[in-house]
């Protein structure tokens, strides 16, 4: 059974720095696309970020210069270094999982990190 913990989020000011964690098991991770998304209050989910399985990253045009994802395919477990924060990129992270870039992930959504940036 597939399952997606997410850990490393917290209180930060402005331009500071987070690196967060989703440590996956249940899957051959190594075959799939992981990826991070976020939902700041009273706003949709957003793809924030994905790598696929070949280490390629894309991202969100808000994020890009400042977020680096990458992943350890032994330790099954997917990052998101998230440095110059701004007080938007406040919200709850979530990691899931997809069969390709493009494609909806099929992970059921946890619980998320809360990431608050704020002085």
């Known amino acids: 059974q597939l399952q997606l913990v997410e850990s490393g989020g917290g209180l930060v000011q402005p331009g500071g720095s987070l690196r967060l964690s989703c440590a996956a098991s249940?899957?051959?991770?190594?075959?799939?696309?992981m990826a991070w998304y976020r939902q700041a209050p009273g706003k949709q989910r957003e793809l924030v970020a994905d790598?696929?399985?070949?280490?390629?990253?894309d991202y969100a045009d808000s994020v890009k210069g400042r977020f680096t994802i990458s992943r350890d395919n032994v330790m099954s477990t997917v990052y998101l270094q998230m440095n110059t924060l701004k007080p938007e990129d406040t919200a709850v992270y979530y990691c899931?999982?997809?069969?390709?870039?493009?494609?909806?992930?099929?992970?059921?959504w946890g619980q998320g990190t809360q990431v608050t940036v704020s002085s």
């Open positions: 249940g899957i051959i991770f190594n075959i799939y696309t």
């Open positions: 899931n999982v997809a069969a390709g870039r493009g494609i909806m992930p099929f992970g059921s």
């Open positions: 790598i696929t399985s070949s280490g390629s990253p």
